[in-house]
Nanobody, 118 residues
């Protein structure tokens, strides 16, 4: 059974930082890639960042220079370091495996809430 468990979210002031963690099942973690996604109220889920097997990374334009995705294959864990947070970053953040066609798997976790507010 493939599972993803996100943690590290919370309430933070604008300009603050958070680090999200995602523990993934070992059988699929290193297959091709991993990604972080987010969904804000009333909006579609979007890809925030992805890291592929070879280490290459891609970020959505709105977070470039502020967020960093990384992975620790030995721990089956992927991270998202978020700096200089803005209110528009408020969303539920999810992690998922990414296949060879750059699509996420159908196994979504519960996500972790990130709220950026005064």
């Amino acid at each position: 059974q493939v599972q993803f468990v996100e943690s590290g979210g919370g309430l933070v002031q604008p300009g603050g930082s958070l680090r999200l963690s995602c523990a993934a099942s070992g059988s699929i973690f290193s297959l091709y890639g991993m990604g972080w996604f987010r969904q804000a109220p009333g909006k579609q889920r979007e890809l925030v960042a992805r890291i592929m097997r070879g280490g290459s990374t891609v970020y959505v334009d709105s977070v470039k220079g502020r967020f960093t995705i990384s992975r620790d294959d030995a721990k089956n864990t992927v991270y998202l370091q978020m700096n200089s947070l803005k209110p528009e970053d408020t969303a539920v953040y999810y992690c998922n495996a990414i296949n060879i066609w750059y699509q996420p798997s159908t196994y979504w976790g519960q996500g972790t809430q990130v709220t950026v507010s005064v």
